[in-house]
């Protein structure tokens, strides 16, 4: 009898399976409402992380060690006190904002959140499914990391564990410790994780550095042990994971996008600039402004070698009242800041370039004082989307804009995307240039016509690449199987991102079918390395990308205002 031999599916093929499985998983929960993290389907979402077993968050897998760099990573993207909370409910913009509930912020997330009582805490999605899919993620490893420490808590006949005694000691005390207690503290809380006194140690000083945005490496520990032991030991106190029937309703229906854009759009008719050409830029809200407002506004105020130096001197805390003196100058030349008020949280800046004084621009900035004058390009800057919420902003802002009699559409005459991305074939640090787009888990490609190339960032002591860029579904999901797969195999990826497909998708869909835009627009995208996910240590859960990422981040934005102003 003949019998097929099927050869066992590679790591990057169980990823691939992995990966996919969550994101039903997760869906079939959203769209249900509800959910238990100890429950059957939760339990379905942690086999899944466990098989994919993510670079991000390193030992999730081992049953004692609790991961630090990983806990680091994810106390970063949730609210403050969220360990001691045993119902965490996603919500849409419905009023919270007006409550008197103080609003918690996350140190690396823009999104508004509740702790409504000593158990709920209430987190405000608007940006689509990607942040459902990255809240989803965060919260079932934190949950796996609590079990391990309710595990490591309890010693033969369920006795605790006496080090337990001792952070709850501290806890009860106010949860901080004096300096020369601290090494004490921090042997006992060693225990308890299961990981060396060194490491605990770097973990308690990596969690000092946002002491306003979480609570301290001890009262989260003993937070998340607290309700994982407390979910063992007494009924009706289950973990819970509950989504509003408003939030299940609005997802994908590009509420918030359509009203981010029709203020924008409103803003630009009403100041008589819908017929001027457009240059949409996706970058961060300080390095398009310091580049074209910071050497005028501190020309008399304080010295610098190179637009490079400057920055840097700019991003530095103590240098407030500098960057404070940069807006003032460039409001009065032009910029003008819109907030969002809709639910995006994207700022807008529109910078009006009939009010730049060409000849107060850094001669680093290869710029035609004449084309300026003639043509007075507007550039409309808008901070990072995340994941989904790409495709919704940008989809919404490219419409025509129609208000009673009146229609137009805007006159795009580039956009430009810049930002940080993982990359798969340098170092922190370096340039990515994508050719095309991929989305991950799905067929969809999308091949572009990039007018950057590595020509342009040549001869400035830093590396370039150029070649397919992946979008993923979540940071978050990515582990060195399928990301190998991706470099080595004939699709020859770059790097990784969480928007570039989704921008394009909308891009493409206007200029291509709709005709919103003119097919001739010019499409520039330029990412830096912020993390290599193939290197131990170099992962986004390693730590901020610091001052490193300063020449990078004016080296695109200058290449990207030589090509609007040159």
């Given at each position: 009898m003949n019998t097929e031999y099927s050869p066992p599916?590679?790591?990057?093929?169980?990823?691939?399976?992995?990966?996919?499985?969550?994101?039903?998983?997760?869906?079939?929960?959203?769209?249900?409402?509800?959910?238990?993290?100890?429950?059957?389907?939760?339990?379905?979402?942690?086999?899944?992380?466990?098989?994919?077993?993510?670079?991000?968050?390193?030992?999730?897998?081992?049953?004692?060690?609790?991961?630090?760099?990983?806990?680091?990573?994810?106390?970063?993207?949730?609210?403050?006190?969220?360990?001691?909370?045993?119902?965490?409910?996603?919500?849409?913009?419905?009023?919270?904002?007006?409550?008197?509930?103080?609003?918690?912020?996350?140190?690396?997330?823009?999104?508004?959140?509740?702790?409504?009582?000593?158990?709920?805490?209430?987190?405000?999605?608007?940006?689509?499914?990607?942040?459902?899919?990255?809240?989803?993620t965060h919260l079932t490893f934190l949950f796996m990391e609590a079990d391990k420490i309710r595990r490591n808590v309890f010693v033969d006949r369920g006795n605790k564990l006496r080090e337990w005694e001792k952070l709850e000691a501290i806890i009860q005390s106010g949860g901080t410790?004096?300096?020369?207690?601290?090494?004490?503290?921090?042997?006992?809380?060693?225990?308890?994780?299961?990981?060396?006194?060194?490491?605990?140690?770097?973990?308690?000083?990596?969690?000092?550095?946002?002491?306003?945005?979480?609570?301290?490496?001890?009262?989260?520990?003993?937070?998340?042990?607290?309700?994982?032991?407390?979910?063992?030991?007494?009924?009706?106190?289950?973990?819970?994971?509950?989504?509003?029937?408003?939030?299940?309703?609005?997802?994908?229906?590009?509420?918030?996008?359509?009203?981010?854009?029709?203020?924008?759009?409103?803003?630009?008719?009403?100041?008589?600039?819908?017929?001027?050409?457009?240059?949409?830029?996706?970058?961060?809200?300080?390095?398009?402004?310091?580049?074209?407002?910071?050497?005028?506004?501190?020309?008399?105020?304080?010295?610098?070698?190179?637009?490079?130096?400057?920055?840097?001197?700019?991003s530095q805390p103590a240098q407030q009242e500098l960057r404070q003196q940069v807006i003032e100058f460039a409001e009065a030349h032009g910029l003008h800041e819109l907030e969002d008020l809709g639910g995006t949280n994207l700022l807008v800046q529109v910078i009006d370039t009939a009010q730049l004084d060409a000849t107060k621009l850094s001669p680093e900035i290869a710029h035609n004082p004449v084309l300026i004058q003639e043509t007075q390009p507007l550039l409309l800057v808008m901070d990072y989307a995340f994941g989904e919420q790409a495709f919704e902003t940008m989809d919404e802002l490219l419409k025509p804009y129609d208000h009673g009699d009146e229609s137009f559409a805007l006159n795009v005459a580039s956009i430009s995307i810049m930002g940080k991305a993982g990359i798969l074939t340098g170092d922190k640090g370096d340039l990515m240039i994508p050719t095309s787009h991929i989305f991950e888990g799905t067929a969809d490609n999308y091949p572009l016509e990039n007018d950057f190339s590595i020509a342009d960032f040549a001869g400035f002591g830093i590396d370039a690449y150029e070649g397919a860029m992946i979008t993923v579904l979540g940071t978050s999901l990515q582990n060195k199987d399928i990301l190998s797969y991706f470099k080595n195999s004939s699709w020859k990826a770059v790097g990784l991102e969480m928007e570039g497909a989704h921008y394009q998708k909308a891009i493409q869909s206007h200029a291509k079918i709709r005709g919103s835009v003119q097919p001739s627009m010019k499409v520039r995208y330029a990412y830096y390395a912020s993390d290599n996910p193939l290197l131990t240590g170099a992962t986004l859960a390693s730590g901020s990308l610091g001052t490193l990422g300063v020449k990078p981040t004016y080296l695109i934005t200058i290449k990207c205002l030589e090509k609007i102003l040159g």
């Amino acid at each position: 009898m003949n019998t097929e031999y099927s050869p066992p599916l590679t790591r990057a093929q169980e990823s691939r399976l992995a990966i996919e499985k969550l994101y039903i998983t997760m869906r079939h929960l959203f769209n249900r409402g509800f959910y238990k993290p100890s429950g059957v389907s939760g339990e379905e979402i942690r086999q899944a992380l466990l098989t994919l077993r993510p670079e991000i968050y390193g030992s999730v897998n081992d049953p004692q060690r609790v991961e630090l760099d990983g806990l680091v990573y994810v106390m970063d993207r949730l609210p403050k006190g969220i360990e001691a909370c045993r119902v965490i409910t996603l919500v849409s913009r419905e009023g919270f904002e007006h409550s008197r509930f103080p609003v918690l912020v996350p140190a690396k997330r823009r999104r508004n959140c509740y702790r409504v009582d000593d158990e709920q805490m209430v987190i405000e999605v608007t940006n689509g499914r990607s942040e459902i899919y990255d809240i989803l993620t965060h919260l079932t490893f934190l949950f796996m990391e609590a079990d391990k420490i309710r595990r490591n808590v309890f010693v033969d006949r369920g006795n605790k564990l006496r080090e337990w005694e001792k952070l709850e000691a501290i806890i009860q005390s106010g949860g901080t410790v004096k300096e020369d207690e601290q090494e004490l503290a921090l042997m006992y809380l060693s225990s308890i994780l299961g990981r060396t006194f060194e490491e605990t140690q770097q973990a308690y000083h990596r969690f000092a550095e946002n002491a306003g945005t979480n609570n301290g490496l001890f009262q989260i520990v003993y937070g998340l042990g607290c309700v994982s032991v407390r979910e063992i030991q007494e009924k009706k106190v289950d973990r819970e994971i509950n989504f509003t029937p408003m939030l299940r309703e609005r997802v994908g229906q590009h509420l918030y996008g359509e009203r981010w854009a029709t203020r924008i759009k409103h803003y630009i008719q009403t100041n008589g600039w819908q017929n001027r050409p457009i240059h949409v830029i996706s970058a961060n809200p300080h390095s398009v402004v310091n580049c074209l407002y910071a050497p005028a506004a501190l020309a008399e105020v304080t010295s610098w070698d190179n637009l490079y130096e400057l920055a840097y001197k700019l991003s530095q805390p103590a240098q407030q009242e500098l960057r404070q003196q940069v807006i003032e100058f460039a409001e009065a030349h032009g910029l003008h800041e819109l907030e969002d008020l809709g639910g995006t949280n994207l700022l807008v800046q529109v910078i009006d370039t009939a009010q730049l004084d060409a000849t107060k621009l850094s001669p680093e900035i290869a710029h035609n004082p004449v084309l300026i004058q003639e043509t007075q390009p507007l550039l409309l800057v808008m901070d990072y989307a995340f994941g989904e919420q790409a495709f919704e902003t940008m989809d919404e802002l490219l419409k025509p804009y129609d208000h009673g009699d009146e229609s137009f559409a805007l006159n795009v005459a580039s956009i430009s995307i810049m930002g940080k991305a993982g990359i798969l074939t340098g170092d922190k640090g370096d340039l990515m240039i994508p050719t095309s787009h991929i989305f991950e888990g799905t067929a969809d490609n999308y091949p572009l016509e990039n007018d950057f190339s590595i020509a342009d960032f040549a001869g400035f002591g830093i590396d370039a690449y150029e070649g397919a860029m992946i979008t993923v579904l979540g940071t978050s999901l990515q582990n060195k199987d399928i990301l190998s797969y991706f470099k080595n195999s004939s699709w020859k990826a770059v790097g990784l991102e969480m928007e570039g497909a989704h921008y394009q998708k909308a891009i493409q869909s206007h200029a291509k079918i709709r005709g919103s835009v003119q097919p001739s627009m010019k499409v520039r995208y330029a990412y830096y390395a912020s993390d290599n996910p193939l290197l131990t240590g170099a992962t986004l859960a390693s730590g901020s990308l610091g001052t490193l990422g300063v020449k990078p981040t004016y080296l695109i934005t200058i290449k990207c205002l030589e090509k609007i102003l040159g």
